[in-house]
Each structure stands twice: as structure tokens, then as C-alpha cells.
């Protein structure tokens, strides 16, 4: 999915030898034990380190429940088998470094490994380097877009989102087509939330000010992940 977009700038890091940026030894990032980033970055170190790398991945998350502990299963089970070494924090504390209206931008000093050469990625992959593979992204689709559309068709690219990077940077790189709208539906939060996780990457990145717009559900959301009724229904 939007993962081997958004860390296509680690991927070259770790696997290009003409890279002007030498490999970490530590990456640190931190979000849910079953996250979909988290099963890219664990298979990314692991194949790294079977070409001969030397790189630790540190992932912070919420307690983890005595079952899953019991009986691994999903992302958190490959992730252990990767090798992944998990640092679980009590829930206040997790809120506390990672819990901000607009996440952590840095990694807190008290959480940072002694190592040299750490990177971190916020949770989601949420950070300026994932632009270079999002921009890859919408040069293929300025490319596809005339054989996809009638002449002179405008086009709404609608995509779900998290934290709303992938959909800010698309939306960044798409503006020379001014008859292109990049719309994101948030998943996880509220359009709240993805408007202070996009806020605060946009600063982060230069501060462009070109967003997407957000869909705003007509329905309450839900947990993330949680059956609902009316999910049910329309499945």
C-alpha cells in the first residue's frame, strides 16, 4: 500500500550504494503492535540485515495484552520473528511522549537509544521523508491521468488516510493540474485530528500551505478497526 511510497526514501537509504546518506544503526518509531507500517519497516531492517547490514529496529507502543503476548499473532508476530524489539510504555506514558493533538515531531530525549546514527519515524510513517515516494506517485498519475480521462475532464482523487501524509503530499505535487482535486477520508481519527497531523507535517516541510480537502463523514466515527452495524450492513 501507501507504505512502499512513503518509505521509499529508507528503502534507498538502506539498499542504494550511491546514497549521499549512510545507513542508521537504530530506527526508532512507535505506534499499534498490528500497524501496517510497522510490518514494512520490520521487513525492510530484516532485509537489510540479511544482506549484511547492522540495523535495530525500537518500537514503542502501549502495553500489550497478555494474550497477544501468549499467542503472537498478525504484524506483532512477524514482527517478533523479524526481530523487532518492542518497548512497551503504560498507556499514560505513551500519551505523554506520543499522545500530542499533532503527535511527537522528534523522538523524546528520554527514549532515545544511546547508539549513534538513530533515526526516527513517527507513527505512520508520518514525516518528511516520506515525500520522495509520494511524489513519485503523483508523477505517475500527471502521466495516466490524459488516457484516464475525457479531454479537458476534471478528476477527484479520493484516498483514506491517518495522519494524512501520503494525501498531503500527493495533494502537493498534483497542484500543477488545477482541474485535480485530492480529497482524503480520515480512518482513524476525526477530520480534526488529520487537519493537525497535516498542519504540522506542512510546517515540518516547508510550509506550502496546499492541502486536500478533507471528507467529513455525515456519521460519527468509529474506533478504528471496531465492527460497527452499519459496517456489517454494507459488507
Request: proline content about 8%; glycine content about 10%; hydrophobic content about 40%.
Amino acid at each position: 500500500g501507501n507504505k512502499a511510497r512513503k518509505f521509499l526514501a529508507l528503502h534507498r537509504r538502506l539498499f542504494d550504494s550511491d546514497s549521499s546518506t549512510s545507513a542508521p544503526r537504530v530506527i526508532v518509531s512507535h505506534g499499534g503492535v498490528q500497524s501496517n507500517a510497522l510490518r514494512a519497516l520490520s521487513a525492510l531492517v530484516r532485509t537489510y540485515n540479511e544482506r549484511g547490514g547492522s540495523c535495530r529496529l525500537l518500537y514503542y507502543c502501549k502495553k500489550i495484552p497478555s494474550w497477544l503476548r501468549e499467542r503472537p499473532v498478525g504484524t506483532f508476530a512477524a514482527a517478533l520473528e523479524q526481530g523487532v524489539e518492542f518497548r512497551p510504555l503504560a498507556n499514560a506514558e505513551y500519551a505523554k511522549h506520543f499522545g500530542g493533538d499533532a503527535g511527537s515531531p522528534s523522538l523524546p530525549q528520554t527514549l532515545m537509544p544511546q547508539e549513534e546514527d538513530v533515526l526516527f519515524i513517527p507513527q505512520g510513517g508520518a514525516c518528511g521523508s516520506a515525500e520522495e515516494g509520494v511524489a513519485l506517485l503523483a508523477e505517475e498519475l500527471l502521466t495516466q491521468l490524459p488516457s484516464l480521462l475525457p479531454p479537458a475532464a476534471a478528476a477527484t482523487i479520493v484516498l483514506p488516510g491517518g495522519t494524512g501524509s501520503t494525501a498531503l503530499f500527493l495533494a502537493r505535487h498534483m497542484q500543477r493540474r488545477k482541474d485535480v482535486e485530492v480529497v482524503v477520508v480520515p480512518v482513524v481519527g476525526d477530520w480534526a485530528y488529520m487537519a493537525r497531523q497535516m498542519s504540522r507535517l506542512d510546517h515540518l516541510t516547508g510550509g506550502h500551505g496546499v492541502f486536500p480537502s478533507i471528507a467529513v463523514p455525515s456519521t460519527p466515527p468509529s474506533v478504528f478497526g471496531e465492527p460497527t452495524q452499519g459496517n456489517f450492513q454494507l459488507w
